[in-house]
């Protein structure tokens, strides 16, 4: 295999010295581009092929014809730059040939080999290609998808792509990406007739025959029509319906599917949803049944009527399907009609807040649309009605979803920044309980509006929190352990540390606040910042590595370095089995690079 690895390497030689003698490399570079080159065929020549191996090989050399063209364009230099160019991508069309050849089952190299190709405009060999990936990927959709999308936009070959549709469809009858192909083909096709065979529409007709369609259309109703007996999904039906709706002239082809389309799915959801965005954009509807959908149907032409009807639809269809998805799907809809323009805001909104409300009495309203609704009150004029009305709804909300900390925290925010704080303090008590360990977010509001407005009372506050519900505790003790610092002194959260790190639940972020702290003392007590790492390592020695490491470097940095041995040792001792040798990698690599610990012993005045 060597012999071939070297054969190539010579090869290349000759392209090398011409890019040495027009100055693209120096030879200091050019010495690396073929020691490159020669690791890189002699990976590839191996016994045990390795995809990584082509993958990184065929990158490489995508990178070198990147940095050549941008040599060029820097220096100016046009000399035998096809030559060079040329040599470079057949190298890639080389690699990858021989990479799909061994490695035949990974569709990747397929794909990213006929990305090369026309990129590098080898549209030749892209046909061959293909013919070859569809005879071993032909159990996956997506390559007669992708050959059948060259054929179109490459080849501009439309009765060819259409072949590669059908053979495909033929073998995989329920895929929705072929039918959705050869759909989107036929609808196109048709745009491009000449319209001569297009029949006469009968105003008068109460349904939509295939015969009212031109031939183009004809046959997208066929693929419509199979496809719609094959696949079973609404969704499925919608994107072909919005497919149709994209091009000009397939009004009869659209009518015929929305009528399939409430006949089969006036269960679902989506097609309620469907409709009622179409009565938005003012689309014309097919006549329908008033068992079926109670609406009138006739065009629209102000924004108000086309609002109105399409409120309409959804309303009858909340009659039918009392479902969430039905009423998220009609409140997102009023919550996009709401931002999409200015004009008649007043009538929007109303609908909104309806629809709001209609959904809160239903049981259905989610927790971010009762935010919604509170911040588009705030946003109003203020006065009292609109503030009664506020504070209402927020009642609600928490009624409605006791389990939801931003609704709670809508809640107290109000009422506190509302000087409701009689009120505030009541339910605050019941909103905690309600929560349980979700309630820490209350608590930190709780102690900043406390800091605000009553700072006598902060400390009580810290108390209740800490008396709290154990994982709130937890979270709070080095928000305390800080606010003591700053508000009184290191001796006042010493003392307190010593008695919360002693109540579990033990914390290990007070553990390292504490430290923090007393690190940011003028003068810093080494016998308190030693019980922080001793209590760190009591506490969480058994199963983190760190809080040794970081017990080692203090006194390394700042305490005594003759100490370090005897940390070694507990902490080999201490720490669970499987967790040893990766402690003691850790040391070993501190220790042969103590600098960058960054000793700096002027830092601080220490006291002992």
Not at 379 to 401: F, P
């Amino acid at each position: 295999m060597a012999e071939f690895a070297e054969k190539r390497c010579e090869d290349i030689i000759p392209e090398l010295e011409q890019m040495e003698k027009i100055k693209l490399f120096d030879k200091s570079e050019i010495r690396g581009i073929a020691k490159k080159f020669k690791e890189n065929e002699y990976k590839i020549q191996r016994h045990s092929k390795c995809k990584e191996d082509y993958l990184r090989y065929i990158q490489y050399l995508m990178d070198l014809l990147k940095l050549i063209k941008q040599r060029r364009e820097k220096f100016g230099i046009q000399q035998m730059k096809s030559e060079i160019d040329h040599i470079v991508m057949n190298k890639m069309n080389h690699l990858y040939k021989e990479a799909i050849f061994k490695f035949q089952d990974d569709i990747r190299f397929w794909i990213a080999y006929i990305k090369f190709c026309k990129h590098v405009h080898f549209q030749n060999s892209v046909s061959h290609i293909l013919g070859r990936m569809l005879q071993v990927h032909q159990d996956k959709p997506k390559c007669w998808h992708i050959a059948a999308l060259w054929e179109l936009e490459e080849n501009k070959n439309k009765q060819t792509a259409r072949q590669f549709l059908l053979r495909g469809l033929h073998i995989h009858p329920t895929s929705q990406l072929l039918y959705t192909d050869v759909f989107r083909l036929e609808l196109d096709e048709a745009l491009s007739d000449d319209q001569k065979n297009e029949t006469v529409n009968d105003p008068a007709a109460n349904t939509v025959t295939q015969d009212d369609m031109s031939t183009g259309l004809k046959r997208a109703n066929i693929v419509y029509q199979q496809a719609s007996k094959c696949i079973k999904d609404i969704k499925f039906i919608v994107e072909l319906l919005n497919i149709a709706k994209e091009r000009s002239n397939t009004e009869k082809l659209q009518n015929k599917i929305i009528s399939n389309m409430i006949q089969e799915y006036a269960h679902e959801p989506l097609m309620w949803d469907t409709m009622a965005r179409r009565e938005l954009e003012g689309l014309v509807q097919p006549s329908l049944d008033d068992t079926v959908m109670e609406i009138d149907s006739s065009e629209q032409i102000s924004l108000r009527d086309r609002i109105t009807s399409c409120n309409k639809v959804y309303q009858t269809a909340l009659k039918r399907i009392k479902t969430d998805e039905m009423w998220t799907l009609y409140i997102e809809c009023l919550l996009e009609i709401n931002q999409k323009d200015r004009s008649l805001p007043n009538f929007k909104k109303k609908l909104l807040k309806i629809a709001f409300t209609q959904a809160h009495q239903a049981k259905k309203l989610k927790e971010k649309y009762y935010l919604h609704w509170v911040n588009m009150l705030n946003a109003e004029q203020k006065d009292g009605t609109t503030e009664k009305k506020v504070k209402e709804i927020l009642c609600m909300a928490t009624e409605a979803i006791p389990n939801s900390v931003s609704l709670w925290h809508a809640r107290l925010r109000y009422l506190l920044a509302s000087e409701l704080e009689e009120e505030a303090e009541t339910i605050f008590p019941k909103a905690i309980k309600t929560l349980g360990d979700k309630s820490l977010p209350l608590w930190k509001m709780k102690i900043l509006h406390m800091q605000a407005k009553s700072p006598e009372r902060t400390e009580e506050v810290f108390q209740a929190a800490l008396r709290g519900h154990p994982s709130v505790a937890q979270e709070i003790k080095p928000t305390y352990l800080e606010w003591l610092v700053l508000t009184k002194s290191i001796q006042a959260a010493r003392k307190v540390y010593d008695e919360l790190c002693l109540q579990p639940p033990f914390s290990i972020e007070m553990h390292k606040k504490m430290a923090e702290l007393e690190l940011m003392q003028p003068e810093m007590s080494l016998k308190c910042f030693r019980k922080c790492h001793d209590m760190t390592t009591l506490q969480f020695g058994k199963n983190n590595t760190n809080v040794w490491i970081d017990y080692i470097k203090f006194e390394m940095k700042y305490g005594d370095p003759a100490k370090v041995g005897d940390l070694h040792r507990r902490a080999v001792k201490t720490l669970e089995p499987g967790l040893t040798d990766s402690f003691i990698s850790e040391y070993s690599l501190m220790k042969a690079d103590p600098d960058s610990l960054n000793i700096d012993t002027t830092l601080t005045s220490v006291r002992t």
